[in-house]
């Protein structure tokens, strides 16, 4: 049971921040510039996008063991399309002027690599409550740097916070709006900077280093260094020789001498 637990946990946690979807996964960057103008904006299509997420991670994780998979992305696209549906009808009726401020990019859900990403390799493959946490998180960790690109936006671009003005921003004597920064030019600026702040935050909280991939004895001309200089440049010349097809020099002389006694 504490296993399970940690489980869910660790699925909803990681799309928060360790596997953000748009600062670390770097995925649905369209939508993340082209309605964030505000926060109002970006967090209403950051919810609607969790919504599609959480119920088709439910619906497909149901349904993972009857889908053909021959026709399993068809599938896939007709579960979220039907959401999709479903939630702009609710928009249309309850919140019509956020259904007009994000226009095209609500139906544009149906084909988000994000959903679709999910659906495919976690959804189709793991139990219902564990793609539910997974969606979860990661609609939550989608609608938290919407929410933020557009806020950020908003403050600096327009002086006010979900439509009321800041007292501070826009009067004859305090500071007046970047115009830029409501421009897609300002957007990506923000975008770069939460990334940055994303990637500083990860290295903190996880620990994160590069990999070890290379070594000079295999990889001549890495980075890594051999304390023993001698034994270091031997082994790249034979490695060297290897690569360039070329055969060493210690088994030359050796086939040569075998020769000379034959």
């Known amino acids: 049971m504490a296993e399970k637990k940690n489980t869910l946990r660790l699925e909803f946690s990681k799309g928060i921040l360790k596997d953000n979807p748009l ?9 993340a510039l082209a309605v964030t103008t505000t ?17 088709s991670n439910l619906v497909i994780s149901l349904l993972r063991n009857i889908i053909p998979d021959r026709v399993r992305i068809p599938s896939y696209i007709t579960i979220i399309a039907s959401l999709v549906t479903i939630l702009q009808l609710f928009l249309q009726a309850y919140l019509p002027d956020l259904n007009n401020s994000l226009g095209i990019f609500i139906p544009l859900i149906t084909v988000n690599c994000i959903i679709l990403g999910r659906a495919e390799a ?17 609609g939550i960790g989608f609608a938290v740097a919407l929410f933020l690109i557009g806020s950020i936006r908003e403050i600096l671009g327009s002086g006010s916070f979900f439509g009321y003005p800041l007292s501070f921003i826009g ?14 030019p300002g957007g990506f600026a923000i975008y770069g900077l939460l990334i940055a702040i994303s990637e500083k935050l990860s290295n903190y909280f996880y620990a994160r280093k590069p990999a070890i991939t290379m070594d000079l004895k295999n990889y001549p001309g890495s980075i890594l260094e051999h304390h023993d200089s001698e034994a270091s440049a031997e082994d790249t010349i034979i490695a060297a020789g290897q690569l360039d097809g070329a055969v060493p020099v210690e088994h030359s002389k050796k086939e040569n001498a075998e020769s000379e006694e034959d």
């Open 122 to 138: 976690f959804a189709s493959k793991r139990p219902v409550l564990v793609s539910i946490a997974d969606g979860l998180g990661m």
């Open 171 to 184: 009067g004859d004597n305090t500071l007046q709006p970047i115009l830029i920064f409501a421009l897609p």
């Open 39 to 55: 926060a109002w904006n970006g967090l209403g299509m950051g919810l609607a996008a969790t919504f599609v997420l959480v119920m």
């Open 23 to 31: 600062l670390v996964l770097l995925l649905g960057t369209c939508p």
